[in-house]
């Protein structure tokens, strides 16, 4: 039994050697007059991170090969970024990057210091089509360093693509018009919150519903709550002008932003949750008629699937898109925007080895309308339809499950975040007009944008470039600003003025000087 | 003296068996009651966050109301639409499949190499013992990091490899001590007579040592298990094919769904609700070792507790 017990086990392991190899190895192309293919391997940001990648018979795979010469390895990235940079620099570490890669710029920064990634300069000119689509002025001043562009950077995001929304079923319920100053916005959001405006006899709305969502431009309290801060003129982590360039928080109209945020709170207006939620949470939460007024992203609200869960519970139910409150100083804002950038780059062993120009030529087919169409929304008839207008849409196809926006069709455009550009075709497939299922209200993610894009923001274009603070100082700042609000440390001008000498002394002027050489010296300034 | 009188002056003289019945006092059960609270109030620590995810994850798309509330929703309004979208998600399956392969091989890679190598660590006449034993401590006090160890893996080739989860950690220096203290307690006269019955060092490990070590081989074996299910970090660095990606990473990616993706319109999953498919997703994916614990419970305690007592 026992001699049984130890040859299973020895077998095991020997099987374990088999059965655990990953890769199936391809087996040789055979010898042929032919050019070899070039091996090129892409690590690339997914477009839907948990769809999985492309399959193995992708049409795509064949048609690089062929018509490029081209044998492409995919590996997609993980989706955090911090597991990004920590996969990046440990091959980086071996000098083993791949040939094309996608890097966050303060990593990019780091390899090119290790002589990791290769100029690009020459290849602009070796992609006409890409470059005029993708690579403008700022993006390519993005991935500048010591007067060499070392990452091409395609455009990321869609600019300015939230805005203030409020329920207007609510404001006609209680018989108010919608609000223009920042003292409009306080008695709706009192309203809101008293006033029982979804009808049901329970005290369960709130005025403003939101959550901490913070990044390097947009600091605590976060970019839920910058149309409040703009209505002083302190949306942002940095005033990017140039009479006044520096961290917000040093000015006097912050604390009067903190003062209001701190009413708000105090008055029990603003939905609690706001600094525990998640942004699965607040969401969940405006699908469910918690609050009545929010910052939101375009598609996040009016997207099929996502406004359906709200159109079932409330039929009736309305948001339109306002514009930001005016403060008593008359200024507005819906808040910061920058021009976000997907940098990929090239690896300096990759140029090495002379692959530049191939990674150049795969790029410049990715622009042509073939690669465009097939990496952006699959194959035609199979994948997508075009309607009169020349836009791909999800219908019409025999079997609906493989539709670009179906699970199980999203896996062959993953990489579509290397062909998109915001072109109007890319905008019009991806936020088609539709009727909701239950109320059979006409509803357009893109004509939401739209709207959005036309009100009041602030330009801040290269403020996401500018200094981090270290982790102590970012900890300091946030720690202090929520307890200002939440009540630990009292609100006072003396309070403030202490907190704000304090913050200079762990490091903030420092940060703050640091900002603003940075934005002189790149010529970021507006 | 006849039979009957010597067999009852024999059994005269054997102690008397007395029943000892103590009476609890009252401190007895005020201690009882204190304990009897402490270990509730532990198992609603415990018990409240879990069933807060089982219930979210058969949360419906239609729940209006808190997540509290949600905790009491009636079973019969539960949805398993979350469920459904994962089991019949390719990817989730491949990488459920590929988690087990990574178990069941880096369990059975594991506990191949750590056990003669515990065992040789606890034979007191091996030549160099000392050596031997602060060559496995060194490397378990100083890591080299996270680089050298990245280069050796690539290098020798493991890279794509399910094996490069488990190979470079095949052997605990943790493990291997609790397991060598258990074999040096295992009383030497077993393995003398067996040595002088012509047995060799690998019988003595095999048919002596081994069946004595049920315990410890099961516990140690629950510690790797657990170790290769969850680890992420290894699978992240070496694993680039997709296929190969098991079940940490998926639940990474479905866990920051919502937050990471730009397309925000569509979801991987259809339609259920994306905060029930992440709480499905960690169900499920903890649902082997809940599972498998309780099978190896009663070996747990014994296996650690053992391998600290001497003498």
Known sequence: ?526 | MKKDEKKKKVTSLRPKATAVAVKPTTADHSFTIVVDVFLWAALFLIAIPLWSTITLSFRPNDYIGTNLEGMFLPVWKWSTAAYKALLGNHGFLMAFVNSFKILIFGVATALLLTIPLAYCLSIPSLPGRKFFNWLVIIPYVFNVGMIPTYLLVTGIGLQDHLSSVFLPVAVSTYNCLIMRSFFEGIPNELKESARIDGATEMQVMMRIVLPLSKAIILTVGLFYGVSFWNDFFRAMLYLNNNDLQPLPILLRNILLASGMNEYVEVSAFGDAPISAIKAASVFMSAIPMVIAYPFIQKYFTKGTLLGSVKG
């Open chain 1, 1 to 526: 039994m026992k001699k049984t017990l130890l040859i299973l086990l020895v077998l095991t392991c020997l099987i374990a050697s088999v059965f655990a190899q990953g890769s199936t190895e391809q087996a040789a192309p055979a010898a042929s007059a032919k050019e070899e293919p070039v091996a090129i391997d892409l690590w690339y940001g997914a477009a839907i991170t948990e769809a999985g990648p492309p399959p193995d018979d992708w049409v795509g795979f064949k048609v690089i090969k062929d018509k490029l010469n081209i044998d492409l390895k995919l590996t997609a990235l993980p989706s955090a970024e911090n597991d990004q940079d920590v996969k990046i620099q440990a091959a980086g570490a071996a000098n083993n990057l791949p040939d094309l890669f996608m890097v966050r710029r303060e990593t990019l920064m780091r390899l090119i210091k290790q002589g990791l990634v290769a100029p690009v300069d020459d290849l602009y000119a070796k992609m006409p089509v890409r470059t005029a689509r993708h690579y403008d002025v700022s993006s390519i001043q993005n991935t500048t360093f010591n007067g060499h562009s070392y990452g091409l950077a395609d455009p990321g995001s869609i600019p300015r693509n939230e805005g203030l929304l409020i329920r207007k079923d609510w404001l006609d319920k209680l018989g108010l018009s919608v609000p223009k100053t920042l003292d409009d916005l306080y008695n709706v959001m009192v309203a809101f919150t008293k006033n029982d405006p979804d009808g049901n006899g329970k005290d369960d709305t709130y005025g403003y519903g939101a959550f901490q969502e913070l990044n390097n431009y947009e600091e605590w309290p976060g970019r839920r709550l910058e149309p409040i801060f703009g209505a002083f003129g302190v949306d942002g982590t940095w005033d990017m002008s140039k009479a006044s360039t520096g961290l917000n928080v040093f000015k006097p109209e912050f604390y009067d932003a903190m003062v209001f945020l701190k009413k708000i709170q105090d008055a029990g207006v603003i939905d609690p949750n706001w600094l525990a939620y998640k942004k699965d949470d607040f969401r969940a939460a405006w699908k469910q008629g918690r609050f009545g007024i929010m910052r939101e992203q375009n598609a996040a609200y009016a997207a099929t699937s996502n406004y359906a869960p709200f159109d079932k519970n409330f039929p009736n139910g309305k948001w339109i898109v306002v514009d930001p409150p005016v403060g008593s100083s008359g200024k507005s804002s819906i808040g910061p925007y920058t021009a976000g950038f997907r940098i990929y780059a090239i690896s300096a062993k990759a140029a090495k080895a002379g692959k530049a120009d191939k990674i150049a030529q795969l790029l410049e087919w990715m622009a042509s309308d073939e690669g465009y169409y097939l990496l952006g929304w699959g194959v035609e008839g199979v994948n997508y339809t075009k309607d009169a207008n020349g836009i791909p849409v999800a219908t019409g196809l025999s079997d609906p499950d493989l539709a670009f926006s179906a699970p199980k069709g999203q896996t062959v455009t993953q990489l579509r975040n290397l062909v998109f550009y915001n072109s109007d075709i890319e905008l019009g497939s991806r936020y088609p007009t539709y009727k909701t299922a239950v109320s059979g209200k006409t509803m357009s993610a893109l004509t939401t944008l739209r709207d959005m894009q036309k009100r009041k923001w602030t330009s801040e274009i290269g403020a996401d470039m500018m200094p981090y603070p270290n982790a102590d100082l970012k900890r300091f700042y946030e720690q202090g600003l929520a307890e200002f609000i939440t009540g630990k440390r009292e609100l006072t001008k003396d309070n403030w003025n202490a907190w704000v000498e304090e913050f200079k002394k762990q490091g903030g002027q420092a940060w703050n000087d640091a900002g603003v050489k940075y934005a002189q010296e790149n010529n970021l300034l507006n």
